[in-house]
């Protein structure tokens, strides 16, 4: 039985699922319409009134079903609510993680619900909606899409890899300057090729789904990477620091891989790139 704290985690995730396909269905309303756009940090930082009705339904359901719970979602924080992880039973919600595809209709949007007890992920709902491609975990149990068992890829050579990269939305010369530093590091190890999705959380997916070996990236916040990051580590994956340390779920930067040895590899490629933390 998976329970902590008196808390159903099977109750949970499905709880997570029944909402994220609620709110996918307005998202796939609003996919192929006109939108209105506002931008948030910089001039590629995008943020739809979709993404903020879908953060609204969610935190409005999770209130009515659980009035004890806490949250931390991307667009109450751009609305100044504090992103103050605790040891108290916290949702994490990205409610539209691939905002800019979203906007431009790439098919790779998804709504991520991570739930979190003493700052340790023990559920994840990764929902894809355009390709209706629900990706679920629960902490010892497994991961899944659709029902099918994840397990990552077997390959320990990173020059034998694929790998997942975002570069972040920022575009000041300074940090433009690293990201092309670290994917020339990259290419030159070499690898197969760089990918990216344009979402944080399908990138993970990806790596989980052995799609791809690896991931990296800079910037990002705890609402995109949260629930992935449970459904990679349970299909058998790791996610460190990009600094070679354990994950940290505030830091906005991380390494994902189908095994240590990968992850190590390609931690010891990139250059930091600074980010305040969430
Ligand atoms: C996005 C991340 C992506 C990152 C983008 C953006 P959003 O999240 O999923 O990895 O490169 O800059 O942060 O804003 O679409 O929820």
Redesign the pocket.
Known sequence: MAEVNDIDLKEILDFGVNLSRTVGSVILKAFKQPKKIQLKETC???VTETDQLVEHMIIKAIKDTYPTHKFIG?ESVAAGLKCNLTDEPTWIV?P?????NFVHRYPYVAVCLGFCMNKTVKVGIVYNVPNDEMFTAIRGLGAFCNGKQLQVSDETDLAKSLLMA????KRDPETIEKVLKNITSVLTNPVHAIHNM????L?ICAVASAQAEAYY?Y???C??YCAASIILEEAGGVIIDTEGGPMDLMARRLVAACNTSIAQSLSRKLITIEYPRD
């Open positions: 590629a930082d995008l991307e990205d539209i993680d691939g905002t800019t975002e570069f972040g939305s344009g979402s944080a959380a990138n990236e910037g990002i916040h609402w995109d």
